[in-house]
């Protein structure tokens, strides 16, 4: 009905930078926000980045200042641009959305794409 498709991620040196993108597509009435996590091995998920529908942001302390959050309303579409990438950012980045569907239009559901992997290596 409704998916989350990721892409971007790859392998990058020590204070490279990648752009993430994901498309929403499916039986999409409205989206609310949009955001990235992300999840290594060993450790929980944790958001990195989130925009509302009106653009507010919240960036986790650890990136704040490395990473941009930035949304396609007409494309469905968040982005991630990570900057200054370090060896602990290396994780399976994940997007996540909360989506009003045709069907019900009174209901907003929580999505997750399938994750792209980025990992930052020399």
């Known amino acids: 009905q409704v998916q989350l498709v990721e892409s971007g991620g790859g392998l990058v040196q020590p204070g490279g930078s990648l752009r993430l993108s994901c498309v929403a597509s499916?039986?999409?009435?409205?989206?609310?926000?949009m955001a990235w996590y992300r999840q290594s091995p060993g450790n929980e998920r944790e958001l990195v980045a989130a925009?509302?529908?009106?653009?507010?942001?919240h960036y986790t302390d650890s990136m704040f200042d490395r990473v941009t959050i930035s949304r396609d309303y007409a494309k469905n579409t968040v982005y991630l641009q990570m900057n200054s990438l370090k060896p602990e950012d290396t994780a399976v980045y994940y997007c996540n959305a909360d989506i009003r569907t045709y069907s019900d239009r009174r209901l907003s559901r929580n999505f997750w794409g399938q994750g792209t992997q980025v990992t930052v290596s020399s």
């Open positions: 925009m509302a529908s009106g653009g507010g942001t």
């Open positions: 499916g039986s999409i009435f409205s989206i609310a926000s």
